[in-house]
């Protein structure tokens, strides 16, 4: 009897979460981008799976239109292997059950471990792609300061725990190296960095570089730009998600995407796919509905949970800060850091344009004294930059005006004291540092 019931065990167990019964429907067009399946409509709904069999391999696709017709699929492959009348299926789809063991490991987007170590092992309960954010009411406030240990933020841009701030930067103008120098900020108990559309060499550059005295306590959410755009769109979800489980356990979690720029991109070309219009530079609707969905993800916990402190970077197509997925990315979050390529041409970097950067929550971290002073110093800043071709031109005469002279001497010599690179030890206490900097 005991041997029976322990069989009865292990195939009650096996069966788990598995359907005796599969509803399918047909393959009826196959495209470069996306297929068709007929005979499912009723069945399922938008972000449900379908899959079906090729090769000895189960292949996996979420509905993006449904119509009378059929379903559109966008599968998570980048090649499609469908062929027109095979039978397509329902795919139970549980969401994550991410553990507070996956910190120390590398997953793809749709959560399976791509680092060579073996399973991850599954939490009790499950997360969903698109949980929606805590409730405006029960939110914790911001309020505690952070100490990134960049000069150039904790003097101009302070960050909070539980701040959502974004790097805009053009290519190739330092926005990666920025990033690996905050996520070797202390104060975190978790980190969660997704790596979205990146090339295939940077993901080990990331990981053994300068993020690698942290990596025990952080999940790589990885989805290189080869990948599908599904999988491109579903990483940064993935990665809100597993930050969320860590934040209602408690912790205090830095949530780094980079880059949502490619992740709109990504959403872009599922909802063409879906047939929808693309209304602002080739961007369809959903996608400026999809952004503030997934940015408010980030940010406190409700009372007595933790918070997620998102640095989201952005990629300005064209250097173009006006671009319309950039402006309401700024829009949504509680302040903006901007690289400048001229600053990063002149070899100062971090290439921050402090006259352009803002942080909405400042007022949280800055003493009296410190506000005045950061408002003195990005006066003198703008001084220093607006007669930049007026001093070129030969047209500035020293002892004409107190105010340009002292921001002639300082200027440089602040932009030296806020130079620093991935190697340089981070800022303890950056207004004491500047001062110290100004003495010699």
């Given at each position: 009897m005991n041997a029976l019931a322990d069989l009865e065990r292990l195939v009650l167990s096996s069966m788990a979460g598995q359907r005796l019964v599969r509803i399918g429907g047909t393959i009826r067009e196959v495209t470069p981008s996306y297929y068709r399946v007929k005979g499912l409509s009723q069945f399922v709904k938008l972000g449900d799976q379908v899959g079906f069999e090729a090769n000895d391999k189960l292949h996996t696709g979420e509905v993006v239109r449904i119509d009378s017709e059929g379903l559109t699929i966008k599968p998570f492959d980048s090649r499609i292997d469908a062929k027109v009348g095979a039978p397509a299926f329902v795919v139970s789809n549980e969401g994550l059950h991410p553990d507070g063991s996956w910190r120390g490991r590398v997953i793809n987007a749709l959560g399976e471990p791509i680092d060579g170590q073996g399973p991850l092992l599954a939490g009790p309960t499950p997360v969903h792609h698109d949980a929606r954010p805590p409730s405006a009411m029960t939110r914790a406030r911001v309020q505690k300061p952070l100490q990134t240990g960049v000069k150039a933020i904790d003097l101009f841009t302070p960050i909070c725990q539980g701040q959502r701030i974004g790097i805009f930067a053009g290519s190739g103008v330092g926005k990666s190296t920025l990033l690996t120098m905050l996520a070797k900020c202390d104060g975190f108990d978790?980190?969660?960095?997704?790596?979205?559309?990146?090339?295939?060499?940077?993901?080990?550059?990331?990981?053994?570089?300068?993020?690698?005295?942290?990596?025990?306590?952080?999940?790589?959410?990885?989805?290189?730009?080869d990948e599908s755009p599904m999988m491109r769109r579903q990483a940064p979800r993935t990665a809100v998600s597993v930050a969320e489980y860590f934040r209602d356990r408690g912790d205090s979690v830095l949530l780094i995407v980079d880059s949502v720029t490619r992740y709109a991109h990504a959403a872009r070309d599922v909802a063409l796919a879906a047939g929808e219009p693309a209304v602002a530079r080739g961007y369809t609707p959903s996608v400026f509905s999809d952004l503030p969905r997934l940015l408010e993800r980030a940010g406190p916990g409700a009372e007595g949970k933790g918070s997620i402190t998102g640095i989201f970077s952005v990629l300005i197509d064209g250097d173009d800060h006006n671009d319309p997925v950039a402006d309401n990315i700024r829009g949504t979050l509680d302040g903006h850091i901007v690289l400048d390529r001229s600053i990063a041409d002149q070899g100062r970097y971090p290439a921050i344009n402090v006259l352009g950067s803002i942080s909405r929550l400042a007022d949280h971290v800055w003493t009296g004294e410190q506000k005045e002073l950061v408002r003195r110093l990005r006066g003198m800043i703008a001084r220093y930059e607006d007669t930049r071709d007026l001093r070129m031109m030969g047209g500035y005469q020293s002892g004409t005006d107190q105010d340009l002279d002292q921001a002639v001497v300082l200027v440089p010599r602040i932009y030296d004291a806020l130079r620093q690179d991935p190697s340089s030890p981070m800022s303890r206490d950056a207004f004491m540092d500047l001062a110290q900097a100004l003495k010699q």
């Open positions: 978790t980190i969660v960095v997704a790596l979205v559309g990146e090339r295939g060499r940077e993901v080990r550059e990331f990981l053994e570089g300068p993020i690698q005295s942290s990596l025990h306590k952080a999940v790589m959410v990885v989805s290189t730009g």
